[in-house]
């Protein structure tokens, strides 16, 4: 596993990219969401129980980008020489306060570029994954202020509602349907 990079006086840096996904150097985490928003890695992450079942959560609304908004289980930012699959086992502790392991990357090229009613912009590359979760949650409530359990099909209605939901699910959630409906997704989300 490697370790997050951060900057003493601003917390966490995130990775910018240039067009083409190309890692050009960082920043911290604080200064790069506004109305220009440089093009950033970030990730998506969907958690499934037992039974087949997919987290939603409420951002908090403390959140500098879509507070309140359900969204998906969880997202983040890998730290500069974090591989992405280390910053979401990583973040899936800092939010939810649970362990998971070997996330499964499903949306490998994931791109949205997304712009908040106070002009705040979202811009990343945002490779997509999922992952099992068998523990109890235990939320941070700077994080997430609400969360359910939901049926893929329950999740499908909500993209309909657009005020509903963050704008990287409800872009990204259609591209998952395929797959299934295909009944094409990792195996351990039904075992």
Same mark, same amino acid.
């Given at each position: ?5 951060? +900057? ?5 840096? /995130?990775?910018?990219? $240039?067009?083409? @996904? ?14 220009? +928003?440089?093009?950033?890695? @970030?990730? %998506? ?8 079942? /997919? #987290?939603? +959560?409420?951002?908090? #609304?403390?959140? +500098? ?20 699959? $280390? ?8 939010? #939810? @306060? &649970? ?12 791109r949205y570029r997304a712009v908040a009613a106070d002009g705040t912009v979202e811009n990343e590359i945002c490779p997509v994954f999922f992952a099992r979760c068998d523990g109890r949650?235990?939320?941070?409530? @700077? ?13 499908? %209605?909500? /993209?309909?509602?657009?005020? %509903? &939901? ?10 998952? $349907?395929?797959?299934? #409906?295909?009944? %094409?997704?990792?195996?351990? &989300?039904?075992?």
């Amino acid at each position: 596993m490697t370790t997050p990079t951060t +900057t003493a006086t601003t917390g966490e840096c /995130v990775v910018l990219l $240039d067009e083409e @996904g190309r890692q050009i150097g960082s920043a911290a985490k604080t200064t790069v969401h506004h109305t220009a +928003t440089p093009l950033h890695l @970030g990730f %998506s992450c969907y958690l499934f129980d037992a039974d087949g079942r /997919v #987290l939603l +959560t409420r951002r908090a #609304l403390n959140k +500098t980008t879509w507070p309140g908004v359900w969204s998906n289980s969880f997202c983040g930012h890998p730290a500069p020489g974090e591989q992405v699959e $280390d910053a979401v086992c990583r973040r899936a502790g800092q939010e #939810l @306060g &649970i362990s998971i392991q070997s996330p499964v990357c499903v949306l490998p090229d994931f791109r949205y570029r997304a712009v908040a009613a106070d002009g705040t912009v979202e811009n990343e590359i945002c490779p997509v994954f999922f992952a099992r979760c068998d523990g109890r949650l235990r939320p941070d409530p @700077g994080e997430v202020m609400e969360w359910m359990w939901v049926s893929w099909d329950q999740l499908r %209605s909500a /993209v309909g509602l657009p005020w %509903s &939901i963050s704008p990287w699910a409800m872009e990204q959630i259609p591209l998952l $349907d395929e797959p299934y #409906l295909q009944g %094409s997704w990792p195996q351990f &989300i039904n075992e």
